[in-house]
């Protein structure tokens, strides 16, 4: 078999002009049944063969992709990291401000509480110390008079201007 394969000429593809249509190749040999019987007939020797893959990349180009892939994947992951580092240095900025803004707010909150500042803006008010100091107890009723008159209150009594609004009109009424 290998014989006749090799001694087989090569098949010549014949080239047909533009245009031709195309007719089956038409092979009749009639064989009479007493030389087909005569002779004892070839079968030739078949094999499965296996398919042959055609490869798409060679092996060289497939770890050089991957190794692209990988380095793009670390590229992006630093991007990620380095953005999201950025937004936390952002976040610890403003907390660290917000606290420096509580501090400074706890601090004028304590000196406008100070005695010695009470004391102050009570005498530009006009108000001094008392000399002594009594208690008295108030009786129920009363208390219970008082609240259900503030319902018809003056608005100017129910809602008393602010201490500021108070010390500016007594700096403007003490400097003639």
């Not at 490869?55 to 990620?80: N, Y």
């Not at 606290?99 to 102050?120: I, K, V, W």
């Amino acid at each position: 078999m290998a014989t006749a394969v090799s001694t087989r000429p090569a098949p010549v593809r014949i080239r047909r002009p533009a245009g031709s249509l195309v007719q089956p190749a038409r092979h009749s040999q009639r064989r009479s049944d007493s030389s087909a019987q005569s002779r004892p007939t070839e079968h030739p020797d078949l094999r499965v063969v296996e398919q042959v893959r055609v490869k798409r990349f060679s092996m060289v180009t497939t770890v050089l992709i991957a190794i692209a892939t990988i380095l793009t994947s670390i590229v992006v992951f630093q991007t990620v990291i380095a953005e999201q580092q950025l937004r936390l240095d952002k976040i610890t900025t403003d907390v660290r401000l917000a606290r420096f803004h509580y501090d400074e707010l706890r601090q004028q909150r304590a000196e406008l509480r100070a005695p010695d500042y009470l004391r102050e803006q009570a005498m530009l008010l006009g108000m001094s110390q008392g000399l002594s100091a009594k208690f008295e107890e108030i009786p129920a009723d009363v208390v219970a008079s008082v609240m259900a008159a503030t319902g018809e209150m003056d608005k100017a009594i129910l809602n008393p201007p602010m201490l500021e609004d108070l010390a500016s009109q007594t700096m403007k009424v003490a400097k003639p």
